[in-house]
């Protein structure tokens, strides 16, 4: 009793209010300053913009091209396929083990790199043969898988963390928005000009993504970088 009353006695506080936040749009532009300002995430952004491009317009020519002049039946289609999630399963479980041996550098170079291969062996592959599509996609999952996980731990490192979700938002948005052109890219080049022209784009759109990695800082980055201030 005593002890309420004297609680209702006592004057009433101030409740806090949220500090006022930019709007969406000068966040988005902030991280992306952010991003471009700095050379590994700069370097991790171009390599993503033009992988992810040619990863859609590979996804948009994989099917007619593998059922067009790669002669595959759908079940040999849907096996040479599976090569994609072995990849993405092995370069998850190897990917660690290799950044510590041969440098973060080597894995970035990696996953593009490898990506380029995947067009070429497709293109190069005998009609009815699966052997060459399956490692095909086996690479294409591999190397970018190992990328990702690497490029993702450098992102965390050198972001502040009051930066990460711009720098982050910054990211998800460029490679959303890209994602629909490559796509629109691939499958209006083979419809023009067949299926092999728009895997042709793909395998530019690949070299593109390990050109850019290679004459970043991401290729000299032979340990993990310095933390940055919190």
Known sequence: GIAVVAARGLPARASARPAARAPMRAQLMEGARFVLGHPLLRGIFGC?????????????VLVPFALGPLGLDPARLGLAQAGYGAGMILGATIAATLQR??????????????????????????SGGVVLPF??????????????????????????????????????????GVRPLGALAGGTLAAAGGPAAGMWLVAAAFAASFLVAALSDLARLRNLPAAAPA
Do not use: D
Request: with cysteine; aromatic share 8%.
């Open 101 to 126: 041996r041969l440098g973060p550098n080597a894995v970035l170079l990696a996953g593009p790199g490898l990506s380029v291969a995947t067009p070429l062996l497709l293109l190069g592959a005998p």
């Open 135 to 176: 490692a095909a996609m086996l690479l294409v999952g591999f190397g970018p898988m190992m990328w990702l996980i690497c490029q993702t731990g450098i992102r965390q490192i050198v972001t502040p963390p009051a930066m990460l979700g711009r720098a982050g938002a910054v990211l998800q948005v460029a490679i959303y």
């Open 48 to 60: 993503a913009l033009a992988w992810n491009f040619g990863f859609f317009a590979l996804l948009a």
